[in-house]
């Protein structure tokens, strides 16, 4: 089945830091999107990139796209406490149900546990 | 976005006994699919369910331990039936709308469960 690898299972950074967590794919990928959890809390949608080479910003965070649609990138700049939690990257894969009717279906990546040092 | 109202946040349960988890979503939403959680791990797909149709399973999820109903385009019930420890796991629902590039998922809050 379709798999989405993620890179590093573990990041320590002290607080202002930059920080990057990196996705890859074996398949070229519909679209892909990115989630936040929190310790303790359940994921939280930030973006979803879908344009090949595409980079989105939210503030301190920067999204990437490769070029083949295979793998993501998400780099924090200047890390701050608030920024702790799980960073999972999720590939849309497409696929067809009995009745022939297309849809994405997500496949998440193993999750970056960021910790921010104060 | 949608908000989705996910029962019960956590339960410790015999084995051999089922539990049955709702959401309930405050919009009419297409598709709604559930996800295990282990504590510290990632997400896994235990079956999308459509409003009117059988839900479809993935690999390693079988009906007769996992059963879903869809009665409507607002909610959604998963059971775990017969529990054994290896459920134990955090539980999740989500939205999706049907389409091929939808937007970002909602997950509902989660259920904890505890097998003993």
């Known amino acids: 089945g379709q798999q989405v690898m993620q890179i590093p299972q573990y990041q320590h950074v002290q607080e202002g830091e930059d920080f990057t967590t990196y996705c890859n794919s074996s398949?070229?990928?519909?679209?892909i999107q990115w989630y936040k959890q929190r310790p303790g809390g359940h994921p939280v949608f930030l973006i979803q990139?879908?344009?090949?080479?595409e980079v989105k910003k939210q503030k301190r965070l920067t999204f990437q796209f490769g070029e083949a649609k295979k793998n993501s990138s998400l780099h924090i700049t200047a890390t701050q406490t608030t920024d702790v939690g799980t960073y999972f990257c999720?590939?849309?894969?497409?696929?067809?149900?009995?009745?022939?009717?297309?849809?994405?279906?997500?496949?998440f990546g193993q999750g970056t546990i960021l910790t921010v040092h104060p | 976005s949608a908000v989705i109202s996910q029962k019960p946040s956590r339960d410790i349960c015999q084995r051999g006994t089922s539990l049955t988890i709702q959401c309930q979503v405050d919009?009419?939403?297409?598709?709604m699919f559930w996800y295990r959680q282990q504590p510290g791990q990632s997400l896994t797909l235990i079956a999308t369910?459509?409003?009117?149709?059988?839900?479809?399973?993935e690999s390693g999820f079988v009906i007769d331990k996992f059963p879903i109903s869809r009665p409507n385009l607002t909610f959604s019930t998963l059971t775990v039936s017969n529990m054994s420890p290896e459920d134990s796991s955090i539980y999740l629902c989500?939205?999706?709308?049907?389409?091929?590039?939808?937007?970002?998922?909602?997950f509902g809050s989660g259920t904890r469960l505890t097998v003993v």
């Open positions: 989500s939205t999706g709308q049907g389409g091929l590039f939808n937007y970002g998922y909602t």
């Open positions: 919009s009419q939403v297409t598709m």
């Open positions: 398949t070229t990928l519909s679209n």
């Open positions: 999720a590939g849309r894969f497409l696929f067809r149900d009995a009745g022939g009717t297309s849809y994405g279906k997500l496949t």
């Open positions: 369910a459509n409003q009117g149709s059988e839900a479809t399973y």
């Open positions: 990139l879908v344009k090949s080479g």
